[in-house]
Nanobody, 129 residues
Framework: QVQVVESGGGLVQPGDSLSLSCVAS????????MGWFRQAPGKERDFVAA????????VYADSVKGRFTISRDGARNTIYLQMNSLTLEDTAVYYC??????????????????????WGQGTQVTVSS
């Protein structure tokens, strides 16, 4: 079983920055492509960003391009999400997931929640003035 743990959420003001971290553990030898999603109250879980297993490829939702940066700690199952210029619309619970190890990297498939095997419990990000 793989455990996924997010951290780094909090309360910030519009225009501030925040960094999230995510660690997936429990299956030695398997390096996952991983991604961030977010879910606001009453809404579906939306794709934010994803990164390939070796960090060579990244994908972003249009709403966060140029503001958010996804990265990973080498060939480890640890990823980060640097969020800059936060707006009220970024308020949500942010979830980290591991992309199915049986899927090839696909800039389309990594945007779909159903293609992720394991999820964390989420971390709350609140942007408020």
């Amino acid at each position: 079983q793989v455990q996924v743990v997010e951290s780094g959420g909090g309360l910030v003001q519009p225009g501030d920055s925040l960094s999230l971290s995510c660690v997936a553990s429990g299956r030695p030898g398997t390096i996952y492509a991983m991604g961030w999603f977010r879910q606001a109250p009453g809404k579906e879980r939306d794709f934010v960003a994803a990164i390939s297993w070796n960090g060579a490829s990244t994908v972003y939702a249009d709403s966060v391009k140029g503001r958010f940066t996804i990265s990973r700690d080498g060939a480890r199952n640890t990823i980060y999400l640097q969020m800059n210029s936060l707006t009220l619309e970024d308020t949500a619970v942010y979830y980290c997931g591991t992309f199915s190890a049986t899927n090839p990297w696909s800039e389309y498939l990594v945007t779909l929640p159903r293609e992720y095997e394991y999820w964390g419990q989420g971390t709350q990000v609140t942007v408020s003035s």
